[in-house]
T-cell receptor
Framework: SQQGEEDPQALSIQEGENATMNCSYKTSINNLQWYRQNSGRGLVHLILIRSNEREKHSGRLRVTLDTSKKSSSLLITASRAADTASYFCAAKSSNTGKLIFGQGTTLQVKP | GAVVSQHPSRVICKSGTSVKIECRSLDFQATTMFWYRQFPKQSLMLMATSNEGSKATYEQGVEKDKFLINHASLTLSTLTVTSAHPEDSSFYIC???????????????FGNGTRLTVT
């Protein structure tokens, strides 16, 4: 399967704590993207990191990319109840140009 | 920001009927739109790539005669599920890449999805 893998599948934390999600992929990539999905809704783009970048920040989000290990992580700092959602990584294949989504991490932030 | 509108958000239909789902880019043009299918608590599976003015490109295992895609303008793509069966029940999501396309590093803009239930 070309689908990427994410872990953990589910994560439950208290408000104010940090949440870390990991993603692994199989193909060579142009970039790796992270998306958020609220239940029953579409996906919202969060952040994009290019293959020649190692780390990127956007507000409370921090993304790392290790192309040698074909892995990425998303860190959400100082989590809020409103961060409760599913988070998907998506690897942009440099071979096909297609986005290959990971299995997703369901994050629950308890108030 | 770029908005993709998908309609309807929910639809219930009987087996054997056809259902059309629309995907519109409201404030930008998109020569390419993508259609995904998502099962409960699972990831998105790319079904097909919709190309304005030409035939869609379907992923392996997706029946093009069952999932008809039309991309007649730079702002509208439609997915028609023909002769629907209960196993077609799923969440269908479209996405689009905004023009001008800045190479391979442009994010996708997603619609809010359509929950299809076939009875």
């Amino acid at each position: 399967s070309q689908q990427g893998e994410e872990d953990p599948q589910a994560l439950s934390i208290q408000e104010g704590e940090n949440a870390t999600m990991n993603c692994s992929y199989k193909t060579s990539i142009n970039n790796l993207q992270w998306y958020r999905q609220n239940s029953g809704r579409g996906l919202v783009h969060l952040i994009l990191i290019r293959s020649n970048e190692r780390e990127k920040h956007s507000g409370r989000l921090r993304v790392t990319l290790d192309t040698s290990k074909k892995s990425s992580s998303l860190l959400i700092t100082a989590s809020r109840a409103a961060d409760t959602a599913s988070y998907f990584c998506a690897a942009k294949s440099s071979n096909t140009g297609k986005l290959i989504f990971g299995q997703g991490t369901t994050l629950q932030v308890k108030p | 920001g770029a908005v993709v509108s998908q309609h309807p958000s929910r639809v219930i239909c009987k087996s054997g009927t056809s259902v059309k789902i629309e995907c519109r880019s409201l404030d930008f043009q998109a020569t390419t739109m993508f259609w995904y299918r998502q099962f409960p608590k699972q990831s998105l599976m790319l079904m097909a790539t919709s190309n304005e003015g030409s035939k869609a490109t379907y992923e392996q295992g997706v029946e093009k005669d069952k999932f008809l895609i039309n991309h007649a303008s730079l702002t509208l793509s439609t997915l028609t599920v023909t002769s629907a069966h209960p196993e077609d029940s799923s969440f269908y999501i479209c996405s689009a890449r905004e023009l001008p396309w800045t190479g391979g590093n442009s994010p996708l803009h997603f619609g809010n999805g359509t929950r299809l239930t076939v009875t």
